[in-house]
């Protein structure tokens, strides 16, 4: 049984006709190539949170977005804070 029998991606010439099959790994290579790490801080979840939250409640239009977005820096320093 081969690797490309069994499902595992081996070398050579199996993988790349797996990626041929693929043809968004192009376009998934360039962005990867070119993207950026969020950033390392303690602070990223609780802050990514507030933004998100707002975000969320204006787009649903559970909140207004004038709402939200007079909510969000205030969620993002009370994140901050703690």
Do not use: H
């Not at 990626?19 to 969020?38: D, G, H, R």
Request: glycine share 4%.
């Amino acid at each position: 049984m081969t690797s490309a029998d069994n499902g595992s991606s081996g070398a050579g010439s199996s993988a790349v006709s797996r990626y041929s099959e693929l043809p968004y790994l192009t376009v998934l290579k360039s962005l990867m190539q070119k993207a950026n790490a969020l950033p390392i801080s303690p602070l990223y979840a609780a802050v990514s949170k507030a933004v998100q939250d707002n975000a969320f409640a204006a787009i649903t239009g559970s909140k207004p977005v004038e709402t939200a977005l007079s909510d969000m820096p205030k969620a993002i320093d009370a994140a901050r804070a703690q």
